[in-house]
């Protein structure tokens, strides 16, 4: 009966232990994918730093929560796959939350209001997204600029040009081998100040939805979960988000 208690008691401590931090967690902090190739939300530097809006919203929350981290440059596909299977622990990248996503991950609340819009050459006729139709359009795979094509054009569309980077899809714009970019609104104003607004321009459509980014974890991962929202809670109050949001976008 002794001996029985004294395993009992055993199992139940290991049973805590297991309930804890996981062993990577408490050595480096929780591990954190991005897609650094999407300025201003993550660039990465020639020093091998991440920098961007997203990097600094991290950071701060982190830091309100007293949570180490390790903010790694995964790529996009590497990040979504990696979060799902809980080979990340978190991903932060621009990420649209979408009723899809959301059967996978869970989304802390948003943290950033955006929309899809059009980047075309400026003598390009294009006024509305209908205007693509028979065009080529160039998107990040896997995307909601993606989602948008290929709602408004169908899932095969052939003019539909999938980039693994969405640098690539504005390369071949300028290029001349595609008629169109289909990406989120502040990344397309800040390859505009880059490309020079005599030679690009804008295209809005109301028909594009509003989306909002939140930050993924892996299904289930309550603790880590209410961890990002309280920092994230805790920063829109104390005025940190605001500071950040300034420094990227201008007074709201
Ligand atoms: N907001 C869009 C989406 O969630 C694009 C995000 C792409 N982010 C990136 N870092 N490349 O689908």
């Given at each position: 009966m002794r001996f029985c208690m004294i395993i009992l008691s055993l199992v139940s401590s290991l049973v805590?232990?297991?309930?804890?931090d996981s062993p990577a967690e408490k050595?480096?902090?929780i591990k954190v994918g991005t897609n650094a190739e999407f300025p201003p939300f993550?660039?990465?530097e020639g020093n091998g730093k991440i920098t961007g809006f997203d990097a600094e919203i991290l950071s701060a929350v982190a830091k309100a929560e007293n949570l180490s981290f390790d903010f790694q440059h995964t790529g996009w596909d590497v990040m979504l796959n990696g979060v799902a299977r809980g080979r990340l622990?978190?991903?932060?990248?621009a990420i649209t939350i979408t009723e899809g996503r959301q059967k996978i991950y869970d989304f802390t609340e948003p943290y950033f209001e955006a929309k899809q819009v059009i980047l075309v050459p400026s003598a390009s006729p294009v006024k509305t997204l209908n205007d693509l139709k028979g065009k080529k359009i160039g998107v990040q795979s896997s995307t909601t600029g993606e989602q948008v094509v290929q709602k408004a054009f169908g899932n095969t569309y052939p003019g539909l040009k999938r980039y693994?980077?969405?640098?690539s899809a504005v390369e071949d714009l300028k290029l001349g081998r595609i008629d169109a970019v289909v990406v989120d609104e502040a990344v397309n104003a800040e390859y505009l100040k880059k490309l020079g607004k005599s030679q690009f321009k804008t295209v809005q459509d109301s028909s594009m939805p509003a989306e909002s980014y939140g930050i993924i974890v892996k299904k289930g991962?309550?603790?880590l979960l209410n961890k990002l929202n309280s920092g994230l809670k805790?920063?829109?109050q104390n005025g940190t988000y605001d500071k950040i949001y300034a420094k990227y976008f201008g007074d709201k």
């Open positions: 805590l232990l297991a309930g804890c050595e480096h902090g993550e660039k990465l622990d978190a991903g932060i990248s693994d980077v969405i640098s991962n309550r603790e805790k920063i829109k």
